[in-house]
T-cell receptor
Framework: DGGITQSPKYLFRKEGQNVTLSCEQN?????MYWYRQDPGQGLRLIYYSQIVNDFQKGDIAEGYSVSREKKESFPLTVTSAQKNPTAFYLCASSYAGQGYGYTFGSGTRLTVV | QQPVQSPQAVILREGEDAVINCSSS?????VHWYRQKHGEAPVFLMILLKGGEQKGHEKISASFNEKKQQSSLYLTASQLSYSGTYFC??????????????FGRGTQLTVWP
């Protein structure tokens, strides 16, 4: 069955560390997205990519980086520059263009220790 | 550009009806609706495109008023399984942001037996 897989489910980061969250999809979707979810805030867009080797900043890109070397994969790195990284991170994918629903992964809960 | 959802929370008894509203200050191409259970990924419910067509399946339906930039989600004869947080996501008519969604803060729906 096709789907979108995020790993790990839980991640702990020490101060000053970079960590990478994995997102893989086998839905043949062109577009992929990273959202951050904090209680009461809804989903805020970090980065998105409509095509391989191209991506755009979302609303809260500072302290994050991404790459899109393969259609199936869109990893997110949370750098030490992100001052408040503790949150629930959701990856999503869809067909490119307007009018297509998103499929979300099951999320990664990141905690700073 | 974040849409405004109302109400923030709804508490229902099984069998009762509910309406959740989503309002944007921008002209919209489409509105998406998602439901998220606690600790899980959001699940796509439906999408409404320009044209004001009402869509739905079984007892969950939605409408889209293009002129007012508003959408409403209707839950009829609610069931326990309807409990969760409902998010609307909006696509605006702007070429450089094709496909990206702006999500509201969510409406928490609780259904009691």
């Amino acid at each position: 069955d096709g789907g979108i897989t995020q790993s790990p489910k839980y991640l702990f980061r020490k101060e000053g560390q970079n960590v990478t969250l994995s997102c893989e999809q086998n839905l043949n979707h062109d577009a992929m997205y990273w959202y951050r979810q904090d209680p009461g805030q809804g989903l805020r867009l970090i980065y998105y990519s409509q095509i391989v080797n191209d991506f755009q900043k979302g609303d809260i890109a500072e302290g994050y980086s991404v790459s899109r070397e393969k259609k199936e994969s869109f990893p997110l790195t949370v750098t030490s520059a992100q001052k408040n990284p503790t949150a629930f991170y959701l990856c999503a994918s869809s067909y490119a263009g307007q009018g297509y629903g998103y499929t979300f992964g099951s999320g990664t809960r990141l905690t700073v220790v | 550009q974040q849409p405004v959802q109302s109400p923030q929370a709804v508490i229902l008894r099984e069998g009762e009806d509910a309406v959740i509203n989503c309002s944007s200050s921008k002209a919209l191409y489409s509105v998406h609706w998602y439901r998220q259970k606690h600790g899980e990924a959001p699940v796509f419910l439906m999408i409404l495109l320009k044209g004001g067509e009402q869509k739905g399946h079984e007892k969950i339906s939605a409408s889209f008023n293009e002129k007012k930039q508003q959408s409403s989600l209707y839950l009829t004869a609610s069931q326990l399984s309807y409990s969760g947080t409902y998010f609307c996501g909006t696509e605006i008519n702007r070429g450089s942001t094709l496909g990206r969604l702006y999500f509201g803060r969510g409406t928490q729906l609780t259904v009691w037996p």
